[in-house]
């Protein structure tokens, strides 16, 4: 494993390729956070996502009032500041499981048998192929029903300018959905990521045997608060997330 990527390069402005929706119509939450934190020179960060952020559309970059804010037109999409130190380095990370028992909890996932609420989406839609999708099928454990556990072996489309390692963004899109799978069944059928604070300690090495754990910590109305952890192939922790999600209204 490898020490997180510290450069950063400010941007004017950021597309969301369609590869990389989540919603059919929008881009998936954690891929979008990891873009827009990468704007800021710090490990951990913050990112709120105010509205659905479009697909094949250029949209501004701005820095103001301690923020970065990433623009569509005049509408405010989402904003990212740099996350409390101190909540940083309080993260527990969720207690792991070897990288077969996280096979085994994939081959399991609710979605593979049942509806999908976004069979689309770049990190865990079960209509994406292998090297188009992340195909991250989280499963919940025996004994832990409140956990997911799921594989993940990063394919090359995924690498960074290294060649060999996973660009930043791709580990906060990991980050993202196996937190919602801790929540979603008959009762709560789809989630909409509001808010992520993550850490990323490191990047993964293309090819290696990663675990990523979700874990979820509470529900407070149509809010959803979950945690999760990716480890690499040596059991070590690369990213650290957590996240509220919102439950859409029922029409």
């Not at 993550?198 to 675990?211: H, N, T």
């Not at 979820?216 to 650290?240: I, M």
């Not at 997330?241 to 439950?247: G, K, N, Q, R, Y």
Request: proline share 9%; glycine share 8%; hydrophobic share 40%.
């Amino acid at each position: 494993m490898a020490e997180a990527d510290s450069t950063f390069r400010a941007l004017d402005t950021l597309t969301v390729a369609r590869r990389f929706n989540g919603p059919p119509r929008s881009g998936n939450g954690g891929y979008v956070a990891g873009l827009l934190a990468r704007q800021t020179p710090d490990a951990s960060a913050t990112v709120t996502l105010r509205l659905p952020p479009p697909l094949e559309r250029e949209m501004r970059v701005r820095d103001d009032d301690g923020a970065t804010r990433l623009y569509d037109g005049t509408a405010l999409i989402a904003e990212a500041v740099r996350a409390d130190t101190a909540t940083a380095n309080a993260f527990a990370p969720i207690d792991p499981v070897p990288y077969d028992t996280a096979a085994e909890a994939s081959a399991a996932f609710l979605a593979a048998r049942h509806r999908h609420p976004y069979p689309t989406c770049f990190v865990c839609g079960t209509s994406r192929v292998e090297g188009d999708g992340m195909r991250l099928f989280p499963g919940r454990l025996p004994g832990r029903p409140d956990t997911t556990a799921c594989a993940w072996v990063p394919d090359p489309s995924l690498a960074g300018p290294d060649g060999v390692r996973v660009r930043p963004e791709f580990v906060w899109a990991a980050l993202d959905c196996p937190g919602a799978w801790t929540a979603l069944d008959s009762a709560t059928p789809a989630l909409l990521l509001g808010r992520i604070t993550a850490r990323v300690d490191a990047l993964p090495y293309l090819g290696e045997r990663c675990v990523v754990m979700g874990h979820l910590l509470a529900r407070e109305g149509r809010k959803v608060h979950t945690a999760t952890t990716l480890y690499d192939g040596d059991g070590r922790v690369a990213g650290h997330a957590e996240a509220v999600w919102i439950e859409p209204r029922r029409s």
